[in-house]
């Protein structure tokens, strides 16, 4: 889909949300659905280096590192299809392992990821996103917050240069901030 | 890195429960009037239905934000190992056995029936591996009769079907009561999303052997999720020449295994139940039996059924429970000149447990349990076909239970002290009390220290207590007399982080063993019996140090040195190496889809009953590719690859003083995803 359409797209959902049915509108939505809700977002709106999707493989890899209160909401997204790939819910035990992922999300809660998380990331074309506060904050693609109810996300474009990714510009459009 | 994957664990349990619109679920469950109105509008909000709305929407959306628990909590502070799914294929690992052999301080022997364990120098010839306890999910493996954890292909489940295996040194006694002795091996199972969809598995490999599996993983819009697993291997074996016998045993190394496992997970209820049956042949002539008697037969077999639920009752307390009903047969034939001997034995139990986790009072971290286990049956039997002559014919019940308080207190913020206490009570063998301690001092992410003080007592099984005859002829008597087994452990353990990536762990420790529960000859009448005999002291230290470069090639490497001597004549263990040496290294094959793992592992000189058998290195190669073409995986692997003779120490119940092992062995596998 060209951009263009993607902007108007993404127009018309913003002025349809008037018609929203109210159940959606007025109701409290649970944290760990939207933010799964929103790394789905991520995946769709990502395009990774050829190398990454060179397997041929079938699934796109949804991983978390840390502490995993998101669990069960990301689960509900398996078998969920981006970009012809359906999407899988991968546990890792060690940040060593994300290199095979498509996009890693680390739990704020998780404050002992070792230093040697992001070494192991440097190169790899992973689109990684956290909600933990500094250091992680800068150091990881995407960054997630509550702010007045809102969950809002920063993008630090280094570290997805550095992953060889390109975020579509509505993405960035819908950031708060791109550092 | 490994505390803090085994804080992670514990975390996923915690939070498993945890997701919002869950408890409103439970509820729905328990009071169907009071929240009938909700559930419509709840289920509307599920991530995979707010992942249907446009992002700009989601944007604008009201969050409730979850509850946090407070602070990141080792349920075992030891110097955990943990190797993951990827790990496992990486190093084409074939059963749990092969894991734990990759492992720091550990090794694994094989008498051509069973795998058995040694911990840090502990492998006693005659022991069923009952100083381990291995829980799968939380389920007990080790069953009411040997108490045995089963490692080898006769382990209740498919290695496809793991997610991970931890591995905790030292006695995790306190918190998990009998068994944990030496250790407790953590079987942690694949969710459902891990990898969704219909999967078949097809493997061939040397001395004609096969394996052949279909699973199924799917999730359900309501919120369920399923894992269905079933699979069939079979093995001809390679013929053995044993010089003890003059003779080959030709095609008696054969086995058979079938292993089902189901799962079903729904609003944190879990339930799972498996089977296994395995018949395996024995060319080695065990017990005195006919040597190359095709007859010779041991087939085991499990059944599990377990029912787990989950729900937090606070923001910071969270309430588990499980039932379960545990069956394990055990049918050996034996064949002697003129009869055939069989050897029978059935243990049934049931039982629960309920945990209470709690971090509401600041600082502490509170984790309380009772358990309870009835041994419904622990039958022993042996008898001559023909002429009839039973030998033995025990029926046992027993009961167990067990109390125990952990509390983690953060007594800075880099300095955390774990103690628990438990106390055991068995019905025949009396109550105990067993406390540990640790001390955690964590001044940055990846480096720690960590005193750790344990201790731990086992009580004798219904084997080591009734097993055997004064019928003529029986080799083996019962000790009805036996005494619990007690253990105290002392351990350091450091982890660093260097700056080139580098993460390192040293360990060392002390052990000391009293009334061991061990096997003898009794001198009076010749024949085995166990007694508590003697202690023991082990002294050892483990370095393990890893890398992973940004290129994806990954090293792991450890040295385990460990002297384990009986206090009674300061001479070595038998099966006990002194030196472990352990690698393992993988790299890409310049596609991101293939990969090469290369382990070699030395295990030092060991002294068996009679003499001593050689150290050896084993070397594993396996090239793995994941997606080689749409849905499939392969994997190649090359086992002993530089086609090393080595042999296990025997036990006395066999005329050799070791047991060759297998030569070089290919094994090609396949996946296919569909």
Redesign the interface.
Known sequence: MPPWLHTL???L??L??GW?PP??QA????????K???L??FA??TTWPS??M??????LYLCVL????L??????????RVQER?I??????????A??CHVLYLH?????????FL??L???PVLTVTDAPEPWRREMAIHLA?ER????FEVNLEPVQRARLTLSS??LQ?ARKVH | MVSWAEGMTMHRRLFLACRRGLLPGIAALLFPHAAAADAEAMAALTADRLAELPFEQLLTLQVSSASHYPQKVSEAPSAAVVVTAEDIRTFGHRSLADVLRSMPGLHVSHDRSWSYLGVRGFSRPGDYNTRVLLLVDGYRVNDNIYNQAYVGSEFLIDMELIERVEFIPGPGASAYGDNAFFGVINVITQSAAAEPGVAVTAEAGSHDAYRGGLRYAGEFGNGASVLLSASHAQSHGRDWYYPEFGARARGLDHERNLKLFARLDYLGWTMQAGYMRRPKGNPTAPYGTLFGDDRMETVDTHAFATLGYRRHLSEHTEISGSLYYGHYGYDGAYPYAGTLNVDRSRGRRAGGELRLLSGAFAGHTLMAGIEYQRDLRQDQKNYDLSPHLVYLDERQQDWKFGLYLQDEILLREDLRLNAGLRYDHAGRAGGDLHPRLALIYHPHPGNSLKLIYGSAYRAPNAYELYYGSDVTGAEQKGNPGLRPETIRTYEAVLERTFAAGWHGTVSLYHYRVADLITQIEDPLDGRLVFRNDGRIHATGMEVAAEKRWSSGVRLKASLGYQEAKDRANHEFLVNSPRELVKLALSAPLGTPSWRAGLEAQYTGERKTLAASTGGYTLANLVLSGRAVLPGLDLTLGIYNLLDRKYADPADRINVQDTIRQDGRTLRLKMDYWF
């Not at chain 1, 109810?149 to 809002?152: A, E, I, N, Q, T």
């Open positions: 797209f993404g127009g959902a913003v349809g949300l929203l159940a959606v109701q409290e939505v649970g944290e760990y659905e939207l799964a809700a929103y789905y977002n769709l709106f190398e990454a060179a397997d041929k493989g079938q699934f840390g502490t995993d209160p669990g069960p909401a990301l689960d509900a997204l398996a078998g969920k359906r899988a819910v991968r546990r890792l035990a060690a940040p060593e392992e290199p095979g704020g809660g998780e404050r002992e990821a070792p230093p040697r070494d192991v440097r190169q790899a509550i109810g809102r969950l809002v509505r993405l819908l």
